[in-house]
Antibody
Framework: EVQLVESGGGLVQPDRSLRLSCAAS????????MHWVRQAPGKGLEWVSS????????GYADSVKGRFTISRDNAKNSLYLQMNSLRAEDTALYYC??????????????WGKGTTVTVSS | QSVLTQPPSVSGAPGQRVTISCTGS?????????VHWYQQLPGTAPKLLIY???NRPSGVPDRFSGSKSGTSASLAISGLQAEDETDYYC????????????FGTGTKVTVL
């Protein structure tokens, strides 16, 4: 069964850091690009960041550029999101999602259940 | 602020047909980029519903159909059922932005 399981969320103070992880199983992880998408409480979906199969192509939403870093470890079938200088507006449910393509970004065919990040003092 | 605009809500009686629009511009849908649709049931992760404008993944009922024309795309639900009452999002690419993904504003479908 194809599965994505996020972890690492929690309550964090503003300006602090948090690292999210996504464990993939049931498919050949290094054959696909991967993404982080977030959803603030009661709001719509917001694309956060994407990484190609070999980490050669990476993209960030303007709202997180310079603060968040996406990475992957294909040997561990894992995706990561290092979040620094967190702000209240980063409070959201963070989803890990798999693309159907490897080197380019097209659409997301598998999603995890998400991990909640709350930024508050 | 999304560049893909959807109506906040649409509604219909059971058995009826409803459509959800996704309006973009010449830098996204109008530029020929494909549109994809996701369904998000309450308290769950989004699920791919339509890809490549009009294709259904395995397991998605044929009551759901997608189309694209000009700078807009549409998701149609025919034979509306109570279980279809949830949120729907379109997604595409925008060449004017420095990001590969843009999601629509989202539409809540209500079954009357």
């Amino acid at each position: 069964e194809v599965q994505l399981v996020e972890s690492g969320g929690g309550l964090v103070q503003p300006d602090r850091s948090l690292r999210l992880s996504c464990a993939a199983s049931g498919f050949t992880f290094d054959d696909y690009a991967m993404h982080w998408v977030r959803q603030a409480p009661g709001k719509g979906l917001e694309w956060v960041s994407s990484i190609s199969w070999n980490s050669g192509s990476i993209g960030y939403a303007d709202s997180v550029k310079g603060r968040f870093t996406i990475s992957r470890d294909n040997a561990k079938n894992s995706l990561y999101l290092q979040m620094n200088s967190l702000r209240a507006e980063d409070t959201a449910l963070y989803y890990c999602a798999k693309d159907i393509a490897a080197g380019t970004f097209y659409y997301m065919d598998v999603w995890g259940k998400g991990t909640t990040v709350t930024v508050s003092s | 602020q999304s560049v893909l605009t959807q109506p906040p809500s649409v509604s219909g009686a059971p058995g009826q047909r409803v459509t959800i629009s996704c309006t973009g511009s010449s830098s996204n849908i109008g530029a020929g980029y494909d549109v994809h649709w996701y369904q998000q049931l309450p308290g769950t992760a989004p699920k791919l519903l339509i890809y490549g404008n009009s294709n259904r993944p395995s397991g998605v009922p044929d009551r759901f159909s997608g189309s694209k024309s000009g700078t807009s795309a549409s998701l149609a639900i025919s034979g509306l059922q109570a279980e279809d009452e949830t949120d729907y999002y379109c997604q595409s690419y925008d060449s004017s932005l420095s990001v590969p993904y843009v999601f629509g504003t989202g539409t809540k479908v209500t079954v009357l």
